[in-house]
């Protein structure tokens, strides 16, 4: 089946702990993305990478590193976790945005304490 | 900068009615609008997809068209279940922005038996 799987689904941290979210899609997408996902302030955009080793800043990219050393995958990396931080994390793929929809994963939900 | 509006932001209908949600956007330089569901918790499904130079696209008992002169794009869905009830999102893919989508707040829908 394709599809785009987040590990873990939820997560309770204290702050100052480093955590990796992990996405890795089956579908050979070459574009992949993180956002993250507020009441009141939607979905807005963490990071994004276009292919291997190509990566870039999205809306909100404080906080936050990302690596993409295969097609496949493209963990999240939070260094120093803070409760701002507190969010539902998606982790979308696509083969190109320009012509084609993204495929999302089921979602993070983190805490930070 | 790009915006994206979804009226109304919530909507409660009996089962086997008709209904229309609406998507605006303020800047028409868009490639693409995509329609997503969201159910509690879980992650977003794809609903339809629609390129710019499209004005609709159907899927079962849901039919989303898109107008880029006016900014609107509407999603119908045809004899309403309660299994539809869920939050539903429309997103646009904007030029030179690395992929992007710029999101709506949701419309969140219920469906009574």
């Known amino acids: 089946e394709a599809q785009v799987t987040q590990n873990p689904r939820y997560l309770i941290t204290v702050t100052g702990k480093k955590l990796t979210v992990t996405c890795s899609q089956n579908?050979?997408?070459?574009?992949m993305s993180w956002y993250r996902q507020d009441p009141g302030l939607g979905l807005r955009q963490i990071y994004y990478s276009m292919n291997v080793e190509v990566t870039d800043k999205g809306d909100v990219p404080e906080g936050y590193k990302v690596s993409r050393k295969e097609k496949r995958n493209f963990p999240l990396i939070l260094e120093s976790p803070s409760p701002n931080q507190t969010s539902l994390y998606f982790c979308?793929?696509?083969?190109?945005?320009?012509?084609?929809?993204?495929?999302f994963g089921s979602g993070t939900r983190l805490t930070v304490v | 900068k790009q915006e994206v509006t979804q009226i109304p932001a919530a909507l409660s209908v009996p089962e086997g009615e008709n209904l229309v949600l609406n998507c605006s956007f303020t800047d028409s330089a868009i490639y693409n609008l995509q329609w997503f569901r969201q159910d509690p918790g879980k992650g977003l499904t794809s609903l339809l997809l629609i390129q710019s130079s499209q004005r609709e696209q159907t899927s079962g008992r849901l039919n989303a068209s898109l107008d880029k002169s006016s900014g609107r794009s509407t999603l119908y869905i045809a004899a309403s279940q309660p299994g539809d009830s869920a939050t539903y999102l429309c997103a646009v893919g904007i030029y030179n922005q690395g992929g992007k989508l710029i999101f709506g707040q949701g419309t969140e829908l219920s469906v009574k038996p």
């Open positions: 979308a793929s696509s083969l190109s945005p320009g012509n084609y929809g993204y495929t």
């Open positions: 579908m050979n997408h070459e574009y």
